[in-house]
T-cell receptor, first 118, second 113 residues
């Protein structure tokens, strides 16, 4: 089945530094990548949607200059949290839409990245 | 009104019982519906999807969809302790640029041995 490899699985960084999270689709082409954030005991909140080769579309309230998304190829998308602060500590998850599969079959999630900013 | 609503639970059932999880949605244009299971600290995994009215069965799981009532449910038969997790309902409007999934807050299910 389709697999999305997400790295790192966890990261601890100092306040003010930047962190890059990678998601790779291993056996399919991901035309669209969705980036979510999940706080403890909360549901997934969509942060942004990126299409390969295009600028990402951010959800209302998400700072695009803080959460930089790059989707330069059909197999790789990255999320960079710039100037991270403790309130950015969360579980970040990517989800990929397979180019060769109808939307109704759903998307494949990465394994998630636990970010802790100290 | 929230787009996708679920009872947050927790829903507690004994081992071997049927667990019933419910979800309502507000957008009548929604075309496909998904149930994801999420264990604590892990990312969601797809259990089932449904897009036609009626029932869809896969092993111990049955998804039910009623578009007129804007209601989708998930039944888990012969519940096992390993089924203890948060179950997320998601809907998709489908087509064009409307590819994103909208998730409910999830229902925490606990299956007691």
């Amino acid at each position: 089945g389709a697999v999305v490899s997400q790295h790192p699985s966890w990261v601890i960084c100092k306040s003010g530094t930047s962190v890059k999270i990678e998601c790779r689709s291993l056996d399919f082409q991901a035309t669209t990548m969705f980036w979510y954030r999940q706080f403890p005991k909360q549901s997934l909140m969509l942060m942004a949607t990126s299409n390969e080769g295009s600028k990402a579309t951010y959800e209302q309230g998400v700072e695009k200059d803080k959460f930089l998304i790059n989707h330069a190829s059909l197999t790789l998308s990255t999320l960079t949290v710039t100037s991270a602060h403790p309130e950015d500590s969360s579980f970040y998850i990517c989800s990929a839409r397979d180019r060769g599969q109808a939307t109704l079959y759903g998307y494949t999630f990465g394994s998630g990245t636990r970010l802790t900013v100290v | 009104q929230k787009e996708v609503e679920q009872n947050s639970g927790p829903l507690s059932v004994p081992e071997g019982a049927i667990a019933s999880l419910n979800c309502t949605y507000s957008d009548r244009g929604s075309q496909s519906f998904f149930w994801y299971r999420q264990y604590s600290g892990k990312s969601p995994e797809l259990i089932m999807f449904i897009y036609s009215n009626g029932d869809k069965e896969d092993g111990r799981f049955t998804a039910q969809l009623n578009k007129a009532s804007q209601y989708v449910s998930l039944l888990i038969r012969d519940s096992q302790p390993s089924d203890s997790a948060t179950y997320l309902c998601a809907v998709n409007r489908g087509g064009g640029s409307n590819y994103k999934l909208t998730f409910g807050k999830g229902t925490l299910l606990t299956v007691n041995p």
